[in-house]
């Protein structure tokens, strides 16, 4: 199946520093797809991207797609307590939303 | 807002039993998705349907199977439960095959089989 990975696994961050997240396909995805979620809650959804180099940002989250549709990243600057969750990307490939194993996010205040 | 209700948000199940996870849908979409979360490994799709008596196996659909009867409900069964099974049981449902849009998750079942 396809493989989505993420990197890394977990990322303890001090309250006000940037931080990135990386997502890697071992294929070439038809878009991807990013999700937060909180502690005891469940995913929502953050925002897509579809066209090769694309980049979207939200207030302090910028997200990229890379260049030959393989790779994302996810930055975050000025890290605040309500970025506390997991960060999963999804890739999707024939209709199937395959999920990578997220990052953590905790910030010392 | 789009409602995804999953029937219980925890459950235990003895080993050898049948299992019957409920997921129900009300914005009429079209795609639906059974996920299972465990540490460390994010969320594997077990099974996904796009729509009604239509399913496609997921990374890792030993031990399950589906149902999708109507468009609204997608059910996963474990035939016969085991102890590897423990997990968070995440169903999601999305807008058709146009495109490929968001998912909304439902609030997850904690499933316990002891």
């Known amino acids: 199946g396809q493989q989505v990975m993420q990197i890394p696994q977990y990322q303890h961050v001090q309250e006000g520093e940037d931080f990135t997240t990386y997502c890697n396909s071992s294929?070439?995805?038809?878009?991807i797809q990013w999700y937060k979620q909180r502690p005891g809650g469940h995913p929502v959804f953050l925002i897509q991207?579809?066209?090769?180099?694309e980049v979207k940002k939200q207030k302090r989250l910028t997200f990229q797609f890379g260049e030959a549709k393989k790779n994302s990243s996810l930055h975050i600057t000025a890290t605040q307590t309500t970025d506390v969750g997991t960060y999963f990307c999804?890739?999707?490939?024939?209709?199937?939303?395959?999920f990578g194993a997220g990052t953590t996010v905790t910030v010392r205040a | 807002d789009v409602k995804v209700t999953q029937s219980s948000r925890y459950l235990v199940k003895r080993t050898g039993e049948k299992v019957f996870l409920e997921c129900v849908q009300d914005?009429?979409?079209?795609?639906m998705f059974w996920y299972r979360q465990d540490p460390g490994l994010g969320l594997r799709l077990i099974y996904f349907?796009?729509?009604?008596?239509?399913?496609e196996k997921g990374d890792i659909p030993e031990g399950y199977s589906v149902s999708r009867e109507k468009k609204e409900r997608f059910s996963l069964i474990l035939e016969s439960a085991s102890t590897n099974q423990t997990s968070m049981y995440l169903c999601?449902?999305?807008?058709?095959?146009?495109?490929?849009?968001?998912?909304?998750f439902g609030q997850g079942t904690r499933l316990t089989v002891v």
């Open positions: 294929t070439t995805l038809s878009n």
């Open positions: 914005m009429d979409h079209e795609n």
């Open positions: 991207l579809v066209k090769s180099g």
């Open positions: 349907s796009y729509d009604v008596k239509m399913k």
């Open positions: 999601a449902s999305s807008w058709g095959r146009a495109g490929v849009p968001e998912a909304f």
């Open positions: 999804a890739g999707i490939r024939d209709y199937k939303l395959s």
